[in-house]
């Protein structure tokens, strides 16, 4: 298989879960917490590395900026899973969403990456898992899909 048709698909996956979101967002009215907002951000880092590794002559450098962007949103959806875990834990109102709410991508496109949801709200189920469980088990696949580009050895 090319590389990069392959890192052109893993591009458009990312773009369609975070178009999935603003779904969940905008007509289910399911407003994103500081770590959902955080988690697009790194759905589109992803897709970014991708994209660079598709239009480049280094594939793997795509591949590797798509890797640490997985890996990052694994530790964020780790931490978002453990607010569920732990009720009274929360991620809300506090520093994290004003920082987040100020920086310019925020300002200027607050309908992509505003925080007004509170973290502890995302149990809603969709195929019996919540949000920020998809969200995991979607890093996961990209964290291996990322680690798979790397290692081979045909690009």
């Known amino acids: 298989m090319k ?5 052109l698909a893993t591009a458009a996956v990312c773009l369609l879960l975070i178009a999935v979101g603003l779904y969940l967002q ?3 009215d399911m407003l994103p917490c500081p770590l959902c907002v955080i988690q697009r951000y790194l759905f589109l880092g992803v897709a970014l590395g991708c994209l660079i590794g598709a239009f480049s002559s280094k594939p793997k450098l795509g591949a590797g900026i798509g890797l640490l962007a997985a890996l990052g949103g694994l530790g964020v959806v780790g931490k978002h899973l453990y607010v569920l875990a732990h009720p009274g834990f929360s991620c ?8 987040l709410n ?3 991508t ?6 992509l990456f505003q ?15 919540s ?4 969200s995991a088990v979607w890093f996961a696949i990209l964290t291996v ?4 580009l790397l290692a081979r050895r045909r690009t």
């Open 3 to 7: 590389t990069r048709p392959f890192l």
């Open 26 to 28: 905008h007509v289910k």
């Open 92 to 99: 809300g109102i506090d520093p994290m969403e004003t920082v």
């Open 102 to 104: 100020k920086i310019p």
């Open 106 to 111: 925020a300002t200027y496109l607050p309908w």
């Open 115 to 129: 925080a007004d949801g509170l973290c502890e709200n995302a149990t809603d189920a969709i195929l019996g898992l």
């Open 131 to 134: 949000v920020p469980q998809w």
């Open 145 to 148: 899909t990322m680690i798979w």
